[in-house]
């Protein structure tokens, strides 16, 4: 059954860095999302892409975040410089249709010290 | 008044228990509701779909929506030990298509 796979499955990052987190959704999706869990808290959306540009972003993905598929396959989100506050799980999703199920991936825990 | 609520629990049951898992939601407009589960440490995995109001069964699962209450259920029958797992409500945005979801419920199922 196809699914989605993130990598890494952990990375730990010094407060400041740059981190690049890796998707690969299903091949024929053509939707993909971010989504971010701090630890105890709810899955909260991040951002949605469509037709090789962000459709939907919400308030947490600022100028410090950015989402590119840079071939047919992958997905990634990129935080330019780590903050402490973006230590959660990151799960990337996909969907074939608007309306279709999202799929996520295994998430990839991000520690910042 | 948040969109989408749902008690966090923790809720421990004994094996073989009908579970009853529960979320409110605020936008009447809302149209399409899922049911995920999640294990610690792992990606949201989809349970079951709805579309509308009504109930839909998928072997020991049932989902109901209640849109004149904006009230949506998750039902386990026989409720088993490998159950026990953090339940997330959703709900798609009908514009944009994100997934908004609730607090999630944890579940213990004790043999």
């Known amino acids: 059954e196809p699914e989605v796979t993130q990598t890494p499955s952990h990375q730990v990052t010094q407060m400041g860095q740059e981190v690049i987190l890796r998707c690969v959704p299903i091949?024929?999706?053509?939707?993909f999302y971010w989504y971010r869990q701090i630890l105890g808290q709810k899955v909260e959306f991040l951002v949605s892409?469509?037709?090789?540009?962000?459709?939907?972003k919400s308030e947490i993905f600022d100028d410090q975040f950015s989402v590119e598929r840079p071939d047919g396959s992958n997905f990634t989100l990129k935080i330019r410089s780590t903050k402490l506050e973006d230590s959660a799980m990151y799960f990337c999703?996909?969907?074939?249709?608007?309306?279709?199920?999202?799929?996520f991936g295994p998430g990839t825990r991000l520690t910042v010290l | 008044q948040k969109e989408v609520e749902q008690d966090p629990g923790p809720l421990s049951v004994p094996e073989g228990a009908i579970v009853s898992l529960n979320c409110t939601y605020s936008?009447?407009?809302?149209?399409?509701f899922m049911w995920y589960r999640q294990y610690s440490r792992k990606g949201p995995e989809l349970l079951m779909y709805?579309?509308?109001?009504g109930n839909k069964e998928d072997g020991r699962f049932t989902a109901q929506v209640d849109k004149s209450s904006k009230y949506i259920s998750l039902f386990i029958r026989d409720s088993q030990p490998s159950d026990s797992a953090t339940y997330l409500c959703?709900?798609?945005?009908?514009?944009?298509?994100?997934?908004?979801f609730g607090q999630g419920t944890e579940l213990s199922v004790k043999p």
């Open positions: 999703a996909s969907s074939g249709q608007l309306t279709d199920t999202q799929y």
């Open positions: 091949s024929n999706h053509l939707y």
């Open positions: 892409f469509y037709n090789n540009e962000i459709s939907e």
């Open positions: 936008n009447s407009a809302f149209q399409y």
């Open positions: 709805t579309y509308s109001s």
């Open positions: 959703a709900i798609r945005d009908n514009q944009g298509g994100k997934l908004i």
